[in-house]
C-alpha cells in the first residue's frame, strides 16, 4: 500500500519536473529569439509573388521598388523593429496588387507574399484611361507597363472619376448610401414645416372658435360692432391661413421634388451599376472563350450619365460591326452571332453586310 503511494508520488513529481523544464524551454527559447530579433537587422526584402511571377501591370522588381519608397524599411532596422502592417499596407496601396501579406524569417529575411491584379479590358473613352479587372476592380494604367487587353472607345463615361482606383461596386453603393441620406435629410427638414401647418391650422381653429355674448346691459349696437369686428379677425385670420398654408405647401413640394430628383438619381445609378455589371460579364465571357477573345478587337462603347449603356464591337473577320445594344443577355446574343457566322456569313460572304444587329430579342438583322 505504501509502496504504491510512493510510486504516485514519484510519478507526480517527474510529471511536474518536465512540465517546468517544459516551460523553462519555452522561455529561454523565447528570450533567445528576442534577443536574436533585436539584434538582427533586416538583410533583405524577398517578394514571392502568388500564381506565377508577374503580371503586365507589376512584377517583383516593381514591387520592391515601391515598398522601398514608401520608407517602411529603413537601413538597420532590427526584426523587432520592423513594421509588417506598415509593409502590408505600402504593398496594397500598389495599383496592381490584390493582397499582401508579410512575415520575417530567422535569418533576417523580409518576406512579402503578394497577389497581383490582372485586367482584362482598357477603358479609353471621354478623358478616362484605365485597367478592368475580371472581379470589377479599375485602376489607372501604369506609366511604364501596357497590357495586352480588349480596347474599349466610345462616348461611354463611367459612374467613377478620372483617375479612381477601386471597385467599381463601391461607387455605386456609395452613392446610392449618399442618396439615401440625402432623402432622408429631406424628409427631415419637412417635420418643422408639418409643425408650422399644424400651428397655423390651430391659430385658425382658435379665431374660427371666438364668440361674442351679449351682456345683459349690452345695446344691440355695440354687440353689432363687436360681432363685426369679430367676423372681420376671422376672415383675416381665414385669409392669413390660406397665405401660410400655400408657402408652407410649397415649401413641402420644393422638398419632396429634391426627393424625387435624388430617387431619380438613385434609379440612374442603379441602371448604370447594372450595365456596368453586365459589361463586366461580356468582358469576362469573352476573355474565358478561345473563340470570341481572339473575335472581338475592339468595344465600342456609349451611354453615361443617365443614358443606359449600349455596345458594338469591331470583329476579326469581315469588315462589319457587331451592334449588342445594351449588354445584357450577351450570351444569348454572341450565341446567335456564332451560329449565324457559320450558317449565314459562309454562305452569302464575309464582306457582304457593313453592320450586324443583335438587339432585338432573338432576331439577327444586318445591313
Known amino acids: 500500500m505504501q509502496r504504491g503511494w510512493l510510486q504516485r508520488i514519484f510519478s507526480y513529481v517527474g510529471y511536474g519536473a518536465l512540465f517546468v523544464a517544459f516551460v523553462a524551454i519555452v522561455i529561454c527559447a523565447e528570450v533567445l529569439n528576442h534577443k536574436h530579433r533585436s539584434s538582427q537587422p533586416v538583410t533583405s526584402l524577398e517578394i514571392d509573388i502568388r500564381d506565377g511571377e508577374s503580371s503586365t501591370l507589376a512584377d517583383g522588381e516593381s514591387i520592391d521598388r515601391w515598398v522601398r519608397e514608401g520608407g517602411v524599411i529603413e537601413a538597420g532596422t532590427t526584426l523587432d523593429k520592423l513594421d509588417l502592417g506598415a509593409i502590408e499596407r505600402r504593398a496594397a496601396a500598389h495599383n496592381a496588387v490584390a493582397e499582401a501579406n508579410a512575415y520575417v524569417g ?29 472581379d470589377g476592380f479599375v485602376l489607372p494604367t501604369v506609366e511604364d507597363r501596357t497590357a495586352a487587353v480588349t ?9 467613377f472619376q478620372q483617375g479612381y482606383s477601386g471597385y467599381a461596386k463601391s461607387v455605386v453603393n456609395d452613392s446610392i448610401a449618399a442618396l439615401d441620406k440625402r432623402i432622408k435629410e429631406l424628409e427631415d427638414a419637412k417635420l418643422p414645416i408639418y409643425r408650422l401647418m399644424e400651428e397655423n391650422d390651430r391659430r385658425l381653429r382658435t379665431v374660427v372658435r371666438e364668440r361674442i355674448r351679449k351682456g345683459i346691459f349690452m345695446s344691440d349696437m355695440e354687440f353689432e360692432i363687436l360681432h ?84 458594338r464591337f469591331v470583329p476579326r473577320s469581315g469588315s462589319f460591326v457587331v451592334d449588342l445594344g445594351t449588354p445584357n443577355d450577351y450570351d444569348t446574343k454572341l450565341s446567335n452571332l456564332y451560329r449565324f457566322y457559320h450558317k449565314g456569313l459562309d ?12 438587339r432585338y430579342n432573338g432576331q439577327v438583322v444586318c445591313r
Open 106 to 134: 530567422y535569418s533576417g529575411t523580409a518576406v512579402l507574399d503578394v497577389t497581383l491584379r490582372e485586367p482584362i479590358a482598357r477603358l479609353r473613352t471621354n478623358g478616362y484611361d484605365l485597367y478592368i479587372t475580371e
Open 151 to 159: 480596347v474599349i472607345t466610345g462616348d461611354y463615361k463611367p459612374l
Open 228 to 311: 363685426n369686428e369679430l367676423e372681420g379677425r376671422k376672415v383675416a385670420a381665414r385669409e392669413a391661413h390660406r397665405l401660410t398654408k400655400r408657402q408652407l405647401e410649397a415649401e413641402i413640394a420644393a422638398l419632396a421634388a429634391q426627393q424625387d430628383e435624388a430617387r431619380l438619381m438613385q434609379h440612374h445609378v442603379k441602371l448604370a451599376g447594372e450595365d456596368f455589371d453586365s459589361l463586366l460579364g461580356f468582358l469576362k465571357h469573352v476573355d474565358n472563350n478561345n473563340f470570341w477573345h481572339a473575335e472581338v478587337v475592339q468595344v465600342l462603347l456609349s451611354g453615361g450619365e443617365g443614358k443606359r449603356m449600349e455596345l
Open 347 to 358: 454562305n452569302v460572304g464575309w464582306d457582304k453586310y457593313r453592320s450586324i444587329s443583335l
